[in-house]
Structures are given as C-alpha cells and as structure tokens.
C-alpha cells in the first residue's frame, strides 16, 4: 500500500496581507529608483554640456547664441515660481487661455481656475449678469458638482482592511486623471460659465430698449427677455416673454447698447414696490411699469413728472410736491397723444389704475444714477419734441 501523503499546512492570513505588503513596498522603492536614475542623468547632461559649452568659447565664439538657444529648450513653463506663471497666465486672453490650457493636465488646471476668468467674466460680462442670472448659473454649478460628486462615489467602497486603504490611496492619482480627461473638475465652472455664453450655448435674462427693431409702439420702453449672443455678429438673438395667448417674439441682431440688466429682481408679471411715490416732485425723471393688458407681462416706461393744471410752473410757487396727484409725462410722443399723459394718486396708487384703453400702470422708479438716465437718453426718438 502507498504512503498517504502529509497534509497540506496553510499560512495564516496576516502571512498573505504581508507578502502583498513587501510587493507593494518594493514597486514604490523600483519607481523611486527609476527616477533617481532620470535625475541623475538629467544632471550629468546639463555638467556635461556646460563643460563643453565652455570649452567651445574660445573655439567658436560665434556658436555662443546657438548654444544658449539649444540650452533653454530644456527648460519648462512648470518650473517658474507660481506667482511668475499666474501672473503671465493673468495676461493671456480667453482665446490663449484656452489654447495653453490644452499643452498639459497641470496647466488646464491653472488655466481653468476661477480668479483667472472672474476678470474676464465681469468685463465681457458683467454688465448683463443681474441676480437672476447668477442663480440660474449658481443653481446649474451646484447641480454640476453633486452630479459629479455622486459619480465619484458610485465607483468606490470603503475599505475593509489597512491592505485596502493602501491600494485606495495608490491609485488616486489614476482616479484624478480620469476625472481631468471626463472634464468634470468643478473648479473652472467660471471659465465654463464664460464659454457657454460666448458660443450661445445659454440664455441669459436681460431686459432691452426699444423692443422689435424700435418699433413705434414700443418707443423709449425696455422690456424682459432672454438673450443668446452671437460671436460672429457681436449682437444677441432675442426671445420675448409672450403677450397673453400670442407666440412667443424672436428678434435678432440686438446690439450691446440696447440691452441692461433688471433693475429689480421681480417678475416681468410682477408689481414693483414703489418706495419713491411720497418725494416725487415736477422734473424728476422715472421709469414706470405699464402694460396692455392685465394678461402681458410689465415693461419700463421713461417719463417724467410733470405741474398739475393749477400750478403755472414757478419753482417759486410751485405745491405740486404736497399734492396727492401725481402728473405722468412720456413726451417722447407728440402733444395730444393720448400716451402723453397720466395720473396716478401719490397715497392710493395701485395696479388697478387705468384700464383696456389705456392702459395699467405699475411700480414706479426714480431715476438717481446718472448712468440710468443717460441710458434712457440714448434711445430718445430724433423726431420727438
């Protein structure tokens, strides 16, 4: 009969967790050596052709340029101080920006950081981005980085062991790599913010003058709307918000002086707050809300306030200021036009004013800021009086 063989003996489990343990160690101690051996000759290199540029001087003193020229090819961007390269980076258009920013991972992340593009942003931009617009993008960046965030996680558990815990960690420069090449960094969401409104991409809210190409029937008024930018052109496809039961208005070729940001943060079917009613006095220049009918939305209205019929003008005599009503003049049309003219009551003033004929009027606000005045100014028809 044959010998029964002995029994199998098999290791602990700390024997296997250490056997993984020395592997590991001795993969970093090769890559670490692989690179001390890079430097190494990367120094012998550079000791070497200084030795040989030297002694090449009294040879060939013309070679002397090109020498120099062949030395600073190895040099790299990287190497400069942080505060040196921010600063040439903070020079560079969106257009450079963008163009480094595709060389290499390091400097798409330095390119794309948000105090570069801020700048940027509030010069091109910044005349247009009201309240409602930043919580629309601020809204859109939140929803960005949690879909990102939640992406992040689905791929990864925690780990049960120490063992675990050091592979994780070891592989976290793989799974920074990965996220770069997605392009799902939530660190540049400004210079995103920028390149979705330079290509058109969003809407923007804004509110514009003249609205349909300065139609007659909508002189020296500003309108809410949303806007998309045209690169080509350097103007803006326009989208009104629909008038009851028409269709929505589209209209294109806007120009950059013809659109502003909301002066309030309401609603365009909204009644502005007037906070201005009880120091409203003759000559003081306004804007008020008006609409059509009660089914349209508010537009703004350039007016100005004028003497009631009692008072002769004199700055002397004039009591127009303590009088409950209060004189409406749009004298960008012309004397009898039944737009000419409106009251409103100083203490009772309401929505409710007016009617289908007329009109309804709305908040009123009193033009302070010069900028606001000469904006309105702009745009007063050459044929008024």
């Not at 409710?352 to 800021?369: A, P, S």
Request: charged share 25%; glycine share 6%; with cysteine.
């Amino acid at each position: 009969m044959s010998k029964a063989s002995p029994p199998v003996k098999f290791l602990p489990p700390w024997a296997y967790e250490l056997g993984l343990l020395l592997a590991l160690i001795c993969r970093e101690l090769l890559c670490s050596l692989i690179d001390l051996m890079k430097n190494c000759c990367r120094v012998s290199t550079s000791v070497s052709f200084k030795k040989a540029s030297t002694s090449r001087k009294k040879s060939a003193p013309r070679s002397e340029g090109s020498e120099e020229r062949t030395a600073e090819r190895g040099m790299n961007i990287l190497d400069l101080p942080q505060l040196t390269l921010d600063c040439i980076l903070e020079k560079l258009s969106p257009k450079e920006l963008v163009t480094v920013a595709c060389v290499c991972r390091c400097l798409r992340d330095r390119c794309g950081s948000d105090h570069l593009w801020e700048s940027h942003m509030r010069k091109k931009w910044g005349r247009l981005l009201g309240k409602a617009a930043r919580r629309e993008w601020e809204s859109y960046a939140a929803s960005r980085k949690h879909a990102l965030g939640s992406a992040t996680l689905v791929q990864h558990t925690k780990p049960k062991n120490w063992m675990g815990c050091l592979f994780s960690r070891s592989n976290s420069d793989a799974d920074r790599r990965l996220s770069i090449v997605n392009n799902t960094s939530p660190a540049d969401v400004t210079m995103s913010w920028y390149s979705a409104l330079e290509s058109g991409r969003r809407w923007l809210p804004a509110q514009i003058f003249n609205r349909e190409n300065a139609n007659v029937g909508f002189v020296l008024s500003c309108y809410d709307a949303e806007l998309r930018y045209d690169r080509l052109s350097d103007t803006f496809y326009a989208r009104y918000y629909p008038h009851g039961s028409k269709a929505v208005l589209e209209e294109e070729g806007v120009s950059w002086n013809r659109v502003r940001v909301p002066p309030v943060d309401i609603s365009p079917h909204e009644i502005h707050a007037s906070e201005c009613l009880s120091e409203l006095s003759p000559g003081d220049q306004i804007e008020v809300q008006w609409r059509r009918s009660q089914k349209f939305p508010f537009g703004w209205w350039y007016g100005v306030i004028g003497h009631l019929d009692s008072c002769d003008g004199g700055e002397q005599h004039c009591l127009c200021n303590l009088s409950d009503t209060i004189i409406l003049q749009f004298k960008q049309y012309p004397p009898g036009s039944r737009w000419r003219r409106a009251t409103v009551s100083r203490k009772n003033h309401e929505e409710g004013t007016g009617n289908e004929t007329t009109g309804f009027y709305g908040g009123i606000r009193k033009l302070q800021c010069k900028d606001e005045i000469c904006m309105w100014l702009r745009h007063w028809p050459e044929e008024s009086s």
